[in-house]
C-alpha cells in the first residue's frame, strides 16, 4: 500500500469522524463550537479547520453526509420490496440507527431552510412516501391520513425515541421495538 493510499484513507476517516462528531454534537446541543466538535471527534481544532476553513463549510458539508447517512439507510431497509408493514419496520429500524443524524437535521427547522440546497437526492432510493401510499393501497395505513402526515408521525416518533435515549428514559436497544409500536398504534388498520 503507498503512502497516498494511506494517507487518503486516513484523510477520509478523519473528515468522517469530524463529520459524524458535528452531527452528534450538534444534535445535542446547537450552540456547540468547532472546539466542542473537535473534541468529540477526538481531533484538534487546526484539524476541523484543516478539513473545513469555517463553520458554513463544516454545517454545510454535515447536512450533505446527514442526508447521506438517512438515504443510505433507507436504500440498505429495500423499503420497496416485501409487504409494506414489514418494509417500514426495517425502515424505522434503519432510521433510529441514523438518530444522530436525523436529530441534528430535523431538530432545527432553520437549518434545512439554509443548508439543504447542498444535497442532491439519489432519485433511484425508495421514497417513505412511496412506501406509505402503497401501505395504504395494501390496506395496511390508514387512508383518511395523508401519506405526508404519516411520514412526519414516522419522524416526530423516530426523533422522540433517539430524545428518549438521550435522555436516558429509553435504553438504546429498545427504541426501535417501542417507535414501531407506537407507530402501529396510531396509523395500521
Known amino acids: 500500500m503507498s503512502s497516498s493510499t494511506t494517507e487518503s484513507g486516513t484523510r477520509h476517516r478523519t473528515r468522517r469522524a469530524i463529520l459524524a462528531a458535528a452531527a452528534s454534537t450538534l444534535a445535542r446541543d446547537r450552540k456547540a463550537t468547532l472546539a466542542d466538535i473537535a473534541e468529540a471527534a477526538q481531533v484538534g ?8 476553513p469555517d463553520r458554513k463549510e463544516l454545517m454545510e458539508a454535515a447536512i450533505v453526509d446527514a442526508f447521506q447517512a438517512v438515504e443510505d439507510s433507507t436504500r440498505e431497509a429495500v423499503i420497496d420490496q416485501g409487504p409494506a408493514l414489514e418494509a417500514m419496520r426495517r425502515l424505522i429500524s434503519a432510521l433510529v440507527d441514523v438518530g444522530d443524524q436525523l436529530a441534528f437535521l430535523f431538530g432545527d427547522p432553520r437549518l434545512l ?20 401510499e402503497r401501505g395504504q393501497a395494501e390496506g395496511v395505513f390508514d387512508p383518511s391520513l395523508s401519506p405526508e402526515w404519516i411520514q412526519h408521525v414516522l419522524w416526530a416518533l423516530t ?13 438504546r436497544h429498545g427504541v426501535t421495538a417501542v417507535v414501531i409500536r407506537t407507530f402501529e398504534k396510531g396509523v395500521v388498520t
Open 45 to 52: 481544532r487546526s484539524t476541523v479547520h484543516r478539513y473545513f
Open 113 to 132: 431552510e439554509e443548508y439543504t440546497a447542498a444535497f442532491e437526492p439519489d432519485m433511484t432510493v425508495p421514497t417513505t412516501i412511496g412506501l406509505i
Open 159 to 171: 426523533y422522540t425515541g433517539w430524545e428518549a435515549a438521550e435522555k436516558g428514559e429509553l435504553p
